[in-house]
């Protein structure tokens, strides 16, 4: 841009436009934690259900073993975020508030599971915790006003509420495979896609 | 009544950094660069121009053992902007 050069009016509206606009790509989320987690959670509640079918293995056996690959990911982005940090050229308001929440999410997802395993009924506590991810699906999709994710906000309650009046475990899996796959894997791709589009136009 | 535009932000490199530092807590010097395709130069005597009149707030630190610049848009610098985007309007509006 050239030094000191004389501006109309319309030019400074035309500059603020652009420039907030140019911002405004930087909030946007490449949704690769979304396609990660959805896909995890999806494998683990499909396998479920044809373990609970076929009786293969024991019946919580995928959830541990989604478990065990759950604690894998955390040492593994710890240990990313300890010694190669990446931080970006620019600090958004939304990230921020993303990352504060990042942490209440995972309390409240902590608090549930372990309640699970204090003896809450699985068939209720997976309902509780689709209430959780509808919650954070809603704010994520609300805070980058990103539509896919607010309808699968809605849709994951959706499952939710139904997850309350099923009998079976059976159920309840294919419940959640459902809502993970419309509140976390397809708003995921649509976000990546977008993310994409954004940076590939930008450059 | 015509209120004069400030002529701190009217002024092409520094509107796009003040319009920038608005919608984002904070951005490094590259990013500001990258996006508003100034010179280094340039764009080091237009933040010093801003930073001077109050309206950002530069953090020098070293990263990496590299240096680093951090801006930031003051409560100042927010008031000003939103006083120069109402004249705008009222300069739109009425021509």
Known sequence: ?203 | MFNDLDPILHSQLRLAVMSLLISVKEAEFTFLKEKTNATAGNLSVQIQKLKEAGYIEVIKQFKDNYPQTICKITPAGIKAFEEYVKNLQVYLTQK
């Not at chain 1, 309640?115 to 704010?139: D, E, H, K, T």
Request: one cysteine or more; a positive charge.
């Open chain 1, 1 to 203: 841009m050239e030094q000191e050069k004389k501006l109309t009016e319309r030019e400074s509206l035309l500059i603020i436009q652009q420039m907030i606009q140019t911002a405004k790509q930087e909030q946007k989320d490449d949704g690769k934690g979304w396609i990660l987690w959805g896909w995890l959670l999806f494998t683990a509640s499909v396998l479920t259900f044809i373990n609970l079918k076929t009786q293969w293995f024991s019946n919580n056996f995928f959830w541990n073993l989604f478990g065990i690959a759950s604690l894998a990911l955390l040492l593994f982005s710890t240990i990313r975020s300890l010694f190669f940090k990446k931080t970006g050229k620019v600090k958004t308001y939304t990230a921020e508030l993303f990352q504060k929440l990042n942490i209440g999410f995972f309390i409240s997802l902590l608090l549930i599971i372990v309640a699970i395993n204090r003896g809450v009924s699985p068939v209720l506590g997976f309902s509780l915790l689709l209430g959780l991810y509808g919650f954070w699906i809603l704010i994520y999709g609300a805070g980058l006003n990103f539509k896919p994710s607010i309808i699968g906000a809605y849709i994951t309650w959706a499952c939710a509420f139904a997850g309350l009046f099923v009998e079976t475990f059976d159920w309840t899996m294919l419940l959640h495979a459902t809502a993970v796959l419309l509140g976390y894997i397809i708003p995921g791709h649509l976000a990546n896609i977008e993310f994409k589009k954004a940076h590939w136009q930008e450059k």
